[in-house]
């Protein structure tokens, strides 16, 4: 069955800290990757997408993503976190133009 | 664009009661989703269409869920009778070159 694992339910970390949220996805052939955030009381965007290319994406913000195919990987990360970073992340899989099925998220809190 | 937009943004109904939310869709996307968010079960896909058509509704919880899109500008989601555990927060999105765009959302209460 298709599906997406985010690691960390919870994450706290202190401003300038380096973050690294991991996700791991089960799919069958093609797939494509995103992250999308959420920050609080919003709707969902999207910070950075993977569909074919280079595997190490960069997306706002100065978020970036790596697609380890042999891992079935797609972590996300930042070198310096900052304190607007506070937000749910999620992500997701698709297998080409179907569904896009989200993991259950990770909520970053950001210290000052 | 406006982007996707979610009406109402937040209802409060008694239990029993029919609740209709509607989505309108970035013009040009044909694919539309409904997804509901609980803190409990995180964000579930409930249906999609795809030019109008539903495609996969395999996710909607039960017959007193239903979905339409009556056109390429306009979808409803519908439950009745509502009931308490069906408080939640229901996004719409549609469908760019692989992309999802969200609307706000729709907080639904259901006491």
């Known amino acids: 069955a298709q599906s997406v694992s985010q690691h960390n339910h919870h994450v706290i970390l202190s401003e300038a800290a380096s973050l690294e949220l991991g996700c791991n996805y089960s799919?069958?052939?093609?797939?494509?990757l995103f992250w999308y955030v959420q920050y609080p009381g919003q709707h969902l965007q999207l910070l950075l997408k993977?569909?074919?290319?280079?595997?190490l994406v960069k997306g706002i913000k100065g978020f970036e993503a790596e697609f380890i195919k042999s891992k079935f990987s797609f972590n996300l990360r930042k070198p310096s976190v900052q304190w607007s970073d506070t937000a749910e992340y999620f992500c997701?899989?698709?297998?080409?133009?179907?569904?896009?099925?989200f993991g259950a998220g990770t909520r970053l809190a950001v210290h000052p | 664009d406006a982007g996707v937009i979610q009406s109402p943004r937040h209802e409060v109904t008694e239990m029993g009661q029919e609740v209709t939310l509607r989505c309108k869709p970035i013009?040009?996307?044909?694919?539309l989703f409904w997804y509901r968010q609980t803190m409990m079960r995180g964000l579930e896909l409930l249906i999609y269409?795809?030019?109008?058509?539903?495609?996969?509704d395999s996710g909607m919880p039960e017959d007193r869920f239903s979905a339409k899109m009556p056109n390429a500008s306009f979808s409803t989601l519908k439950i009745q009778p509502s009931e308490p555990r069906d408080s939640a927060v229901y996004f719409c999105?549609?469908?760019?070159?692989?992309?999802?765009?969200f609307g706000e959302g729709s907080r639904l209460t259901v006491l």
């Open positions: 999105a549609s469908r760019e070159s692989g992309e999802l765009f």
């Open positions: 799919y069958g052939g093609t797939v494509n």
């Open positions: 993977y569909f074919s290319g280079d595997p």
């Open positions: 997701a899989a698709s297998g080409g133009y179907n569904k896009l099925i």
């Open positions: 013009s040009g996307h044909d694919y």
């Open positions: 269409f795809n030019n109008n058509v539903p495609i996969d």
